[in-house]
């Protein structure tokens, strides 16, 4: 594995600080924020990365909660025929 970076430090911080939303990770944002904001990412950049991080993660949460209301209304269907 090499060492080049095609990302800069900037973008990668960014994107950890993605990650670290998607992973519960508490420590981990609380480092990546602050490394966001010394490689010179502006509130509004990490604000962006947050918003995209959580509309990820709010995905799965809304297809696992449909499935579920879905599983209730067809075995209400079937124990009211």
Do not use: W
């Not at 973008?11 to 609380?30: D, F, H, K, Q, Y």
């Not at 966001?36 to 949460?61: D, F, H, Y």
């Not at 499935?67 to 075995?75: F, G, P, V």
Request: with cysteine; proline share 2%.
């Amino acid at each position: 594995m090499t060492n080049d970076r095609s990302l800069d430090v900037r973008t990668r911080e960014l994107i950890a600080v993605g990650a670290s939303i998607a992973g519960n990770c508490l420590p981990c944002l609380r480092y990546h924020f602050a490394e966001a904001r010394r490689a010179g990412c502006s509130l509004e950049e990490i604000q962006e990365a947050v918003t995209l991080a959580n509309m990820v993660k709010q995905r799965p949460i809304d297809d696992i909660n449909k499935l579920a209301s879905d599983l209730i209304e067809r075995e209400q269907a079937s124990t009211n025929v």
